[in-house]
């Protein structure tokens, strides 16, 4: 590739843009939530949980809009820490409902303000007003590019 398509390239293709900032964005949270033994994909899946608890394993895969095999990977580690719980549905033999534990509501509080930090990093960048828009602009993104 030349310099000039290079450039074209870069500034113009969509997915290697937001992927690009969804790097580095995970990076400045990974950071701020190391000293919690947290990622940021493990404080999302807590928070998650919060408002959703008992949820099946599908359902949230669905909200996420990630892969249930992927999802069920990212949710090992909470539970091994003893932060997240797995159930058999009662109903559908085959399903199995998330519940957060005692121990995941005490990090997912306790890790709050290394989550803060990262949100306000972010938010210096943008602007606030920016950061609401551009927020808003992603989640009306992701409801019109349903399948």
């Not at 969804?22 to 947290?38: F, K, M, N, S, V």
């Not at 359902?59 to 992927?70: G, S």
């Not at 580690?77 to 998330?98: A, F, H, I, M």
Request: aromatic fraction near 6%.
């Amino acid at each position: 590739m030349t310099e000039n398509t290079d450039r074209e390239f870069k500034s113009t293709c969509s997915a290697s843009l937001f992927r690009k900032a969804a790097r580095r964005i995970t990076q400045i949270y990974d950071q701020l939530l190391e000293p919690y033994g947290l990622t940021i994909t493990q404080y999302g899946l807590l928070g998650h949980l919060k408002h959703f608890d008992g949820i099946s394993v599908g359902a949230l895969a669905e909200k996420l809009v990630m892969d249930p095999t992927t999802l069920t990977r990212n949710l090992r580690p909470l539970e091994r820490k003893g932060y997240v719980t797995l159930t058999q549905d009662d109903k559908d033999r085959r399903s199995r409902n998330l519940n957060l534990t005692d121990s995941g509501r005490k990090i997912f509080s306790a890790a709050r303000p290394g989550w803060e930090a990262a949100q306000e990093r972010i938010e210096n960048v943008l602007g606030s007003e920016d950061s609401s828009l551009l927020a808003s602009k992603i989640d009306r993104m992701i409801e019109d590019l349903r399948d």
